[in-house]
């Protein structure tokens, strides 16, 4: 007799209530969320975020989760695009107490669990670095020394997300974060200074015999050119898992 299975639970509309605004960069905002009724996500998943104008208007978009599982809250951080429809109003306008509709989670593909197991490579581009934070959050979450290599991209030191987060989980056992710039370094900057290379990669491992499990986020363009360096380094294709966001739409 085959086993039954547990129906899968509804992907629906629900309305958010921002509880908090965390001013992150100068143009980014954390928004956390209370959602009734929210089923659970996986650490790399994403939500669809509608707003409706008060014609009847309404305007979608995807936006990766930031918080780890074991948050008590959702989590949201949004990089403001000046010309984009969305992203001005929810990292400019948006307050405590407003109301957002969300669906999700999303992205099964792009998802990782402790149980999963290592080693891990995160390479993140910008606002790429999102959902890669919700997994160190739940390695963290969950007490894991697994091996794990953070590499992110960013044009500015001020445009780096979480920089106190992460100087205090690489201060763990287990994990090692390094950053290059590709616009501008300050004084003293002892990170890298251009745009992700296979020598890069390499540097920051682990080495592909190890088959750790990679996972790629960012603009089109940078996660295209990152797959390849590690491809031509030797990882396996079915190994590197990514996740891509045009250069608009916010």
Known sequence: MSALLAPRPQIAWRVATVAEVVEETAGAVTLVFDVPGWPGHAA?????????????????????????????????????????????YLAGVVQQGDEIELRGPIGA?????????????????????????SMLRHRAARGSELDARLLVSARRIDDLLYRDELEALA????????????????????????????????????????????FVCGPTGFVEQVADALVDLGHAPDAIHAERFGPTGG
Do not use: C
Not at 55 to 83: C, K, V
Not at 113 to 133: T, Y
Not at 187 to 214: C, H, K, Y
């Open 171 to 214: 201060a763990g056992p287990g994990l090692a974060v390094h950053r290059t710039l590709t616009r501008e370094r300050p004084d003293g900057w002892d990170g890298w200074d251009r745009r992700v290379d296979r020598e890069m990669l390499e540097a920051v491992g682990p080495a592909p015999a190890g088959r750790p499990r990679v």
């Open 44 to 88: 790399g998943q994403h939500v669809d975020v509608r707003l409706t104008a008060e014609d009847g208007y309404q305007a979608q978009r995807s936006y990766s989760i930031a918080s780890g599982p074991e948050d008590g809250r959702l989590a949201l951080t949004i990089e403001r695009i000046d010309d984009g429809e969305v992203s001005p």
């Open 109 to 133: 593909h792009f998802s990782w669990r402790v149980e999963d197991g290592g080693p891990l490579l995160l390479v993140g581009g910008g606002s790429g670095l999102v959902p890669l934070m």
